[in-house]
Each structure stands twice: as C-alpha cells, then as structure tokens.
C-alpha cells in the first residue's frame, strides 16, 4: 500500500503517537497488577493479560476484516471502484 506525500506524515505521526497512548494506558494496568498478592509470579499475570486481548482482537480482525477491496461491506460502489 502506498501513500502520497501528503498522507505519509500524518499517518506517521498517527502510528507514532498509538506508542505514547499505549503506554499512558498500560503502565498503569501493570503498575496495579504489581500490587496484587498473587500466588505465580506477577510477570505471568502481565503476559495472560496482554496475551489474551492480543489473541482475542486476532480473533475478531480475522472475522471482521474483508479479504479484499471487492469484499469489502462498507465502502461504496465508486469506492469499491476507485479500490481496484
């Protein structure tokens, strides 16, 4: 897939920007598993975690995400179109 020069950067600056929102949200869920008493060590409840979101959206992208432009639900005739 390409991009024009005009959409590299801000699709840059998009993927860049998900490392800092990732973090701000995972540090603190981690930070709290930590505090938990847990009879395993606490790095096994961190990988079960993230683990089990990360196989639950492959799940979910494998169902909802279209195959091709063609197959695609929702984009438009002239979309669809322009796609292929």
Known sequence: ?????????SRSAIW???TGIGQVIGYPIM???LQLDMPFPKWHAIYFLWGSIT???GIA???IIPNDQAGAYFLTYVG???GL
């Open 1 to 9: 897939m390409f991009y024009t020069k005009g959409e590299q950067a």
């Open 16 to 18: 860049f920007a998900g």
């Open 31 to 33: 930070y709290g598993i």
């Open 55 to 57: 196989v639950f959206f």
């Open 61 to 63: 992208f494998f169902f």
């Open 80 to 82: 669809d179109s322009v």
